[in-house]
């Protein structure tokens, strides 16, 4: 039998459920999570094997106009993602309105392959609701199919996930058949601490945060790991560490258990909190973090 691959890339607004989603295609957790918006910056993939298939799913940043060099990186992330889709999935959620999804809309309509729109979080209305919500996307998008789904749930995404393999062009893979995303362990950990940060500081902290792993150290018994967490300002710095050094070390707690978990293996995490004021707005910087 022909072998099948390609490109299945997920945009949308931030906090729909993009990530959620790709999580829920793939079966495992491999992207962060988080209530709340931008949790996502970079374009990562997640890749599903099958003896005869090679489905890549893209994770991309919620488009928003962007404000500040980071999220201008993260609109390039979105556009990139357009420019090699195979299948294009965009997600909204139930209760948003199309009136407000131009950015989004703009986007889509510059991609010509098959195109699936996704109502996500469709566990949070009435039929009612939903019944509006997918005939005002069909109107928006006349030519794709429009689905609404659960990826919190689990509802609809073994039929999606069906049909896209279905919709798979037929390609030879284009990755080892044993890896499950073009990012590596360093990459993953520093989105971990960073999903921390996001959970247990507000307001404009997991904004103004970045996590660089300096060492990834594997021995058979233990990883060890030194990463640095940057903020804005010296204040930032105070409130990361908090009273006595206390919110650190819920930090450092909570973000080596779910790297112990990630890689199955005893960890010990090493945190530095720096200040680096421009980091989000300085592009040579940006490069050098891997925006
Ligand atoms: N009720 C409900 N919540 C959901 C569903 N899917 C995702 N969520 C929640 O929506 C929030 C945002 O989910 P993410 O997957 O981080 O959203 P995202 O689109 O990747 O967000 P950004 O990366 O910030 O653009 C999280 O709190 C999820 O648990 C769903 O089907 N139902
Ligand atoms: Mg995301």
Not at 126 to 133: K, P
Request: hydrophobic letters at 40%.
């Amino acid at each position: 039998m022909a072998h099948k691959a390609g490109y299945v890339n997920i945009i949308g607004h931030p906090n729909v459920g993009k990530s959620t989603l790709l999580n829920a295609l793939l079966g495992e957790k491999l992207v962060i999570v988080n209530p709340k918006a931008q949790t996502t910056r970079h374009r990562i993939l997640g890749i599903l094997n099958g003896d005869d298939h090679q489905l890549i799913l893209s994770d991309t940043p919620g488009i928003l106009d962007p404000l500040y060099p980071l999220q201008k990186t993260m609109m390039r992330a979105v556009d990139e993602a357009l420019n090699d889709a195979d299948i294009l999935l965009v997600l909204v959620e139930l209760g948003e309105r199309p009136e407000n999804a131009e950015a989004v809309v703009r986007r889509a309509e510059r991609f010509s392959g098959p195109m699936i729109v996704l109502v996500n979080k469709m566990d949070l209305g009435d039929d009612a609701m939903l019944t509006t919500a997918l005939q005002s996307w069909q109107l928006v998008f006349p030519r794709a199919k429009v689905v609404p789904v659960s990826a919190l749930h689990g509802f609809n995404v073994d039929a999606l996930r069906e049909r896209l393999l279905e919709l798979l062009p037929e390609h030879p893979p284009y990755f080892p058949k044993d890896e499950m995303s073009d990012r590596d362990l360093r990459f993953f950990t520093s989105e971990m601490i960073r999903e921390k940060v996001l959970a247990i500081y507000k307001q404009e902290i997991p904004y103004s945060t970045q996590v660089v792993v300096n060492s990834y150290e594997e021995s058979p018994e233990i990883v060890k790991i030194q990463a640095d967490v940057i903020v804005m300002r010296e204040s930032q710095k105070g409130i990361i560490i908090g009273r006595g050094g206390g919110a650190l070390r819920q930090l450092g707690t909570e973000a080596r258990k779910a790297i112990e978990k990630f890689c199955g293996t005893k960890v010990f995490l090493d945190l530095k909190v720096k200040v680096d004021p421009d980091w989000r707005d300085d592009m040579a910087k940006l490069k050098q973090y891997g925006y």
